[in-house]
């Protein structure tokens, strides 16, 4: 499967009218994907949501900014209504703050990871850099390069998508500048903000240096959460959080043989995380650190580090047979991981996993080099080496790509694949978990609960604290709805935000349980987490 390389050079809206022509039809299936990931299950709350949406859209959409006039043209390309296309592609930007009030949404749009090190064979910074999303299935088939020579701007290469046609989310500049977005979690939420894949293209499009980056984000405003991590020709490294019309900024540098990783932490650490969604947020980025460091020893006591080893390491998952399922834990490189992608700006070269999501490293990668001055594509003639999670991890991130479309009986049939492909594997207990909590929410048969109850206690000594946590609740409920006395102590459950949702479910009466449940928790495999409506 070649990446598709394609070059945009001359006047910036008539090549994105003309790319817009060419991207009419996967841009459509990427944005009814997104709209219908995105769509409340509720009509009585899909209302107040639209309503909320629309004013937004007319306020957010009429500045009438040289991007925006831009992406009129795009838009009109791909012959799209702007109401539908802004409709669709705003959503992603809205979701880390509007699900403090509409818990049915999901709340991920893109987690991410990045690595920092100095290339030691080609010299220059290194940025390593995941994007999850939960469009798998359609992002990972239509991902491509775009490289930009526009009149008036510096080079630029951007990785996307038909549906998002600039440099936003992930890109590089000939002045050696790499950038990647990463969302973060609050509840911000800032009318006057300017759309996320604007800023990051203007960015991107207007900026030399590490000092001109800071200057850039301080007279910036987000709409909600977000953070731009940058590498430099000189070895600086910036991560800054862009919190509505607040910026929170980390400087750092690089030498050879350092390696740095950054995911959805907040860089504020005098904010607690914890208050907003996802409440589990913190545990899933502390997984996700602790196996990258591990990857990191790893690849540091190597000979050298380049772009293709760094490619390798933060692509591959870590094997976890060997320790006890209890303390697995989510690679940085997860089973919703849509792009893996190595930059060094400085001397034009791009590599990444093609294929499938999860983009884990199966023996090819596609590079991209003299980007700045005659570009190269190296497609590798080598064949795949299907890595034994693969086929696995792909099933686990599709159950939830079909529950988030309301698909409930595809969602059944790809865990049950995971639990079968992965059946030597800790993962596989993950899958079993969230099969019966599925079970638990979409059986009508009552008498299906007592070997429901039977399944969770088999799986507690074999899944991660906060699988095991949640696992502890349903226990507890379900022994209520079948008249036993309840078998677990609240002193078992640590977690602060479990332990509120336990006793708020044992001031409810049992015949209200079952109801109040269905209507309220929303499983997010790609968190190994669940959220709670019910809790505020």
């Avoid at 890109?171 to 939420?189: D, S």
């Avoid at 594509?377 to 988030?404: C, E, G, W």
Wanted: charged share 20%; hydrophobic share 40%.
């Amino acid at each position: 499967m070649e990446t598709p390389f394609i070059r945009l050079v001359g006047d910036l809206e008539e090549n994105l009218y003309q790319l817009g022509v060419k991207d009419r039809e996967p841009a459509k299936i990427i944005v009814d994907h997104i709209s219908s990931i995105f769509a409340l299950p509720s009509h009585r709350l899909n209302i107040p949501f639209k309503t909320i949406l629309n004013l937004y859209l007319s306020k957010t959409f009429s500045r009438h900014s040289p991007y925006q006039k831009a992406m009129g043209a795009y838009i009109e390309g791909l012959g799209m209504s702007k109401d539908a296309y802004y409709g669709a592609i705003i959503l992603p930007e809205l979701m880390s703050c509007m699900s403090k009030w509409f818990p049915a949404i999901p709340t991920s749009w893109i987690g991410c990871s990045s690595f920092f090190t100095i290339d030691e064979d080609y010299d220059g910074p290194l940025h390593g850099r995941i994007m999850d999303g939960p469009i798998g299935g359609s992002y990972d088939a239509y991902e491509r390069v775009v490289y930009y020579e526009l009149k008036g701007l510096p080079k630029m290469i951007g990785i996307n998508v038909p549906g998002m046609p600039t440099a936003g989310i992930t890109g590089m500049n000939e002045y050696g500048v790499t950038l990647a977005l990463h969302q973060k979690y609050t509840n911000i939420f800032n009318t006057l903000g300017t759309p996320i894949f604007e800023l990051g293209f203007n960015l991107l499009a207007s900026v030399k240096n590490k000092h001109e980056a800071i200057e850039f984000l301080k007279k910036s405003q987000s709409i909600s959460s977000w953070c731009f991590y940058m590498s430099f020709a000189d070895g600086d490294i910036l991560r800054a959080d862009l919190l509505g019309d607040r910026m929170y900024y980390h400087e750092d540098g690089l030498t050879k043989g350092k390696v740095l990783y950054f995911n959805n932490s907040l860089e504020d650490k005098s904010i607690d995380q914890r208050q907003f969604l996802p409440y589990g947020i913190d545990d899933f980025n502390e997984m996700r650190k602790k196996m990258a460091h591990k990857k990191i020893l790893k690849l540091q006591h190597g000979k050298g580090i380049n772009d293709v080893k760094l490619l390798k390491a933060m692509s591959l998952p870590l094997d976890q047979r060997e320790g006890k399922a209890s303390e697995s834990k989510m690679d940085c490189i997860t089973p919703f991981s849509l792009g893996a992608h190595c930059m060094n700006a400085t001397q034009g070269r791009l590599h990444l996993i093609p294929g499938p999501a999860p983009k884990y490293y199966q023996g090819v990668h596609h590079s991209f080099v003299n980007l700045w001055t005659i570009p190269e594509i190296q497609y590798s003639n080598k064949s795949i080496v299907p890595h034994p999670q693969h086929k696995s991890m792909r099933h686990f991130m599709l159950a939830q790509t079909n529950a988030d479309q309301r698909k409930i009986e595809h969602t059944y049939h790809h865990l049950q694949m995971c639990i079968d492909h992965a059946a030597d594997y800790p993962e596989s207990y993950w899958a079993q978990f969230y099969f019966h909590v599925y079970q638990f929410h979409n059986e009508p048969d009552r008498d299906l609960y007592p070997a429901l109850l039977q399944s969770f206690r088999n799986l507690i000594p074999h899944l991660p604290t906060v699988l095991m946590e949640h696992a502890l609740l349903y226990i507890i409920r379900l022994e209520r709805l079948t008249d036993l006395p309840v078998s677990i102590s609240a002193d078992e459950i640590k977690n602060p935000v479990l332990r509120k949702i336990l006793f708020a479910e044992l001031n409810l009466p049992t015949f209200a349980l079952k109801k109040m449940l269905d209507a309220n928790v929303h499983p997010r495999m790609e968190f190994l987490d669940i959220m709670y409506g019910h809790l505020r």
